[in-house]
């Protein structure tokens, strides 16, 4: 877990969680993801996205499996909760 240590991210990856980070609360999909963090289109396969969020999860997750701040929308994206319950 991220608290209170520095933990080095790739670009893509610190792009991706300040994306999901500026737009707390928000269900977001991931064709927004892809086209507006990485500025891929329409034909590209948004399960890319999956992958860089399970890394994500690993970072600042007390436990990934349970995620509590970057959460699952099904048939949407993820939505970023910053204070979990």
């Known amino acids: 877990r991220a608290k209170d240590r520095t933990l ?12 999901v980070i500026q737009h707390e609360g928000e269900a977001v999909s991931r064709r927004a993801m892809l086209e507006d963090v990485w500025g891929l ?3 590209t ?9 399970v890394r994500l999860r690993r ?16 048939g949407v994206g993820y939505r970023f909760v910053a204070k979990a319950d």
Do not use: G, W
């Open 59 to 74: 970072y600042i997750e007390q436990d990934p499996a349970k995620p509590k701040h970057l959460l699952t929308v099904r």
């Open 45 to 53: 396969d948004t399960r890319a996205i999956d992958s860089f969020i």
């Open 8 to 19: 080095p991210l790739t670009l893509m990856e610190a792009n991706l969680l300040r994306y």
């Open 41 to 43: 289109k329409e034909d």
